[in-house]
């Protein structure tokens, strides 16, 4: 009996004891707040993940916008700048430089008046250009470098019907002043 009344004892003594297994409110505070502490960076990195793809999306987009207006703004840009009417060439040349970079537009109305006006002028020439194809090469928000098929047709007093002459041009555009300006025409 005496033996009983030990493990009683014993038995008594471990239920006063605090339990290793149950937490103090001490213990679950600080469980809960590390929980909540792990949950908010979770989140954190989950909103700066969506943040960069979207930043990344919009980027893109961005991108394709003005590689499709660089485009667009060359073919209607080239036709205009390799086109011109002995008739009306003070014009033409006005609305070819409407479309270039100013450094450009002194370096081909220079060009007109040197090259362009005399032929022009004396072989009463007409010369048409259109875009065949297009596309772009390289580009970025500020700057685009695109590559035209072109075919010219000239017609002259000498000629005794239109000549039709196929090309390639790479046209290199700077985007200045909220607008696309041609910067460069090379034929190749």
Do not use: C
Not at 138 to 148: E, G, K, N, P, Y
Request: charged content about 30%; aromatic content about 6%.
């Amino acid at each position: 009996m005496e033996q009983d009344d030990d493990v009683t004892s014993a038995e008594a003594a471990r239920d006063d004891a605090p339990d290793a297994e149950e937490a103090s409110p001490r213990d679950e505070g600080r469980s809960r707040t590390w929980g909540l502490v792990a949950a908010s960076m979770v989140l954190a990195l989950l909103v700066v993940g969506a943040g960069v793809l979207g930043w990344r999306a919009w980027g893109a987009e961005r991108d394709d916008r003005a590689r499709a207006e660089a485009l667009r703004v060359a073919e209607r840009a080239v036709p205009d700048i390799l086109g011109y009417d002995h008739a009306r060439l003070d014009a033409d040349i006005e609305r070819a430089t409407s479309h270039l970079t100013p450094a450009f537009a002194a370096d081909y109305k220079t060009f007109a008046d040197e090259t362009i006006r005399p032929t022009a002028e004396k072989l009463r020439a007409v010369v048409t250009a259109d875009v065949v194809s297009a596309g772009i090469e390289t580009a970025d928000r500020d700057s685009a470098q695109v590559l035209l098929f072109v075919n010219q047709t000239t017609r002259t007093a000498k000629l005794p019907a239109p000549r039709v002459d196929s090309s390639r041009v790479r046209v290199r555009l700077e985007y200045t002043d909220g607008l696309w300006r041609v910067a460069a025409v090379e034929p190749l």
